[in-house]
């Protein structure tokens, strides 16, 4: 006598799952299982991975950056109230359209002349597209005040603060380890924009 088994109803066990699962999803939840929660809430984005030829690019940001959050943010990203705030900030995070890599975001244009001042020539790229949008490329700047006067110290850094900490081919995608959030600061005051007062 024939007894089905569960996965020939179509129900699947976790073990299964977790093997369809592709190479670089595998690694960001071993590696930044914060990052991994954040970008889970969409989970269409792991599946377009699995089907792009030409890679995906994700900037993962590390514990330490989960753990620099307050309460108050903490709870705003796992409220099931702001999702589509919190699906949005992981957006930021990933390139849907090729793989880049850290040195074709920090090399230089010495197509035209070194500025004056003695700092370090425009970089090739000024920005990226991302799945949430644009996200800037530039010069970390030191020194000023309220950003006027502030000089480039050289450091690439990606979005309002971030910088790559360390970068890591996984099959056809990159995954850079970064120390912010790439995504506009902005996103911040949209948590909560949904809430009834006394709710």
Do not use: C
């Not at 792991?46 to 792009?52: G, L, Q, Y």
């Not at 753990?67 to 099931?80: G, S, T, V, W």
């Not at 850290?102 to 244009?109: G, Q």
């Amino acid at each position: 006598m024939y007894v089905p088994r569960m996965s020939d109803a179509g129900i699947r066990s976790d073990s299964q799952q977790e093997d369809d699962r592709t190479e670089v999803e595998r690694f960001v939840k071993k590696n930044y299982p914060e990052f991994h929660s954040l970008l889970s809430k969409n989970p269409t984005i792991w599946t377009d991975a699995s089907k792009a030829s030409n890679g995906y690019t994700f900037f993962a940001p590390n514990s330490k950056v989960f753990e620099a959050l307050d309460d108050k943010k903490r709870r705003q990203i796992n409220d099931p109230r702001n999702l589509e705030t919190a699906q949005k900030m992981g957006a930021y995070h990933v390139i849907t359209t090729e793989a880049v890599s850290s040195m074709r975001l920090r090399t230089e244009d010495w197509r035209k002349p070194r500025p004056k001042d003695g700092s370090p020539p425009p970089l090739t790229i000024g920005g990226i597209n991302t799945l949430g949008g644009e996200v800037p490329v530039g010069r970390k700047k030191s020194g000023g005040f309220l950003g006027w006067g502030a000089k480039e110290d050289g450091g690439i850094v990606i979005g309002p603060e971030a910088q790559i900490v360390q970068s890591n081919n996984v099959g056809n995608s990159i995954v850079h380890e970064v120390d912010a959030f790439i995504s506009p600061l902005i996103l911040w005051r949209y948590f909560d924009q949904l809430r009834m007062p006394g709710f």
